[in-house]
């Protein structure tokens, strides 16, 4: 019941170059490409994003069908954001429907900004589909570096999230046996109004939380066993490369941000 | 113990509780957006171990979000959406008055966050013209607001409740910030 409705994560362990990058790389690409995507003016400049994006699906073997999927939550905006475009921006007259006016320069703006949407949508989801979790966490907790010294608590931040990846299935199968137990007793967790239904879930809830705090403790005894002391002078297990292929995704990218920015 | 490791490890099985309790939706709104109890887990921990333990999960929580369910409609989104706007939930750890105080602090924070987004999207991608504060305030308010409700309802009362029930591993009288 549990299990089927959530999906953590949308990783796809498959191999290819793009899963080979660096997620460092991976982090700061996606970060530059949704800010480019802000700065560009020109339809040409789309056209050059666009092409960037389809060369990551395919060097990335991304099926396009779970492109196509992480699409459909944001239906809804895309359609609600053509319509006020199309109808609400001033220009030449095409068609009137009631009160409504389409203009021609409506449409193109529609155009425009439907594309925009999709290309963010596509490009920010291609990062988690080609990218491990804990390595983003690990890139995540590298580029926090610089600002350590300010007191961002990058280790710890990223060690919180290690740790919570590990123990989500552990919890999750704690909380479905729960919910059974709490069904064999009569407990409903699906029907009545949502006030009701946030007051059924703490026969969930109690148990679920004083068991994860348990173990919580459990974890601090085992880490300290194996004399964890926070992130000064620890090694890794997995260090973070940046490799030739890096270097050639990184200049592609700026190539073509340059062009997309200057068409 | 270290307190810090104990502190640490509790931030993180809060984590994974936020993380799992938000795919669990009591309620969709309309348009988006859905009411879950996800946030209990950080306002638990800020009245566990103060404001900044809970502004951490809070900014862990986003992190975790942008990763699982990357939803970017503008570029400011990555720091307002996510990380900004679940840490001000670390705000419970405030000791003012009664824990409703820092837990509604931290609701209006993610709700501020939420509707400057939403003002970026509209001037992003709507034409001019738009009663894009409106819009941003409704359509957030629909969900918030309940959730606010029942975090508020619940939290306080699941944090004392884990107080009688936890052996006490080591006293947490002076971690209080």
Not at chain 1, 164 to 184: G, H, N, V
Not at chain 2, 70 to 89: M, N
Not at chain 2, 105 to 115: D, M, P, T
Request: proline share 5%; net charge positive.
């Amino acid at each position: 019941m549990l299990r089927g409705s959530i999906t953590i994560g949308q990783y796809l362990p498959i191999e290819s170059s793009i899963h080979r990058l660096d997620p460092r790389t991976k982090i700061i690409a996606v970060l530059a490409y949704v800010i480019v995507l802000f700065l560009i003016s020109a339809y040409t400049g789309y056209l050059v994003m666009a092409g960037l994006t389809a060369i990551i699906a395919v060097l990335g073997k991304i099926p396009l069908r779970m492109l196509a999927r992480g699409l459909r939550p944001i239906l809804f905006i895309i359609v609600l954001t053509v319509m006020l475009n199309a109808v609400m921006t001033p220009g030449e007259l095409l068609y009137r429907i009631g009160p409504l006016s389409i203009t021609e320069e409506g449409l193109l703006q529609a155009g425009f900004m439907a594309s925009r949407l999709l290309l963010l949508i596509m490009t920010t989801s291609m990062l988690t589909l080609t990218t491990a979790p804990i390595d983003l966490t690990d890139g995540i907790e590298y580029l926090l570096g610089p600002f350590k010294r300010i007191g961002v608590p990058a280790h710890e931040l990223a060690m919180m999230m290690t740790i919570a990846l590990r123990f989500i299935p552990t919890l999750l199968d704690e909380a479905e046996r729960i919910m059974k137990a709490q069904m064999a007793r009569g407990a409903d967790f699906e029907t009545g109004s949502f006030i009701q239904r946030a007051k059924n879930m703490i026969p969930l809830l109690v148990p679920l939380f004083i068991s994860a705090f348990r173990r919580a403790d459990d974890l601090a005894l085992a880490m300290e066993a194996r004399c964890y002391r926070g992130g000064e002078g620890r090694s890794r297990f997995k260090v973070l490369h940046m490799e030739k292929l890096d270097a050639a995704a990184a200049l592609t990218l700026a190539l073509g941000f340059s062009a997309a920015l200057m068409v | 113990m270290d307190r810090r490791v104990i502190i640490l490890t509790e931030m993180a099985m809060a984590l994974a509780l936020a993380l799992l309790l938000s795919h669990f939706r009591l309620f969709r709104a309309p348009y988006g957006g859905s009411v879950t109890l996800a946030m209990i887990p950080i306002v638990i921990i800020g009245l566990r171990w103060g404001t900044r333990a809970g502004i951490m999960v809070g900014v862990a929580l986003g992190f975790l979000r942008l990763m699982f369910d990357p939803y970017i409609l503008h570029w400011a989104q990555y720091v307002l959406d996510y990380p900004l706007a679940f840490g001000f939930l670390g705000l419970s750890g405030l000791r003012i008055h009664r824990p409703w105080v820092g837990i509604t602090l931290g609701f209006a924070g993610r709700f501020a966050s939420h509707v400057v987004t939403g003002i970026l999207f509209f001037a992003a991608f709507a034409p001019e013209g738009t009663p894009a504060a409106l819009y941003s305030v409704i359509y957030n308010g629909t969900f918030l607001i309940p959730e606010w409700l029942i975090t508020v309802l619940i939290a306080p009362w699941l944090f004392r409740r884990l107080d009688d029930n936890l052996p006490v591993v080591m006293d947490r009288g002076n971690s209080r910030e």
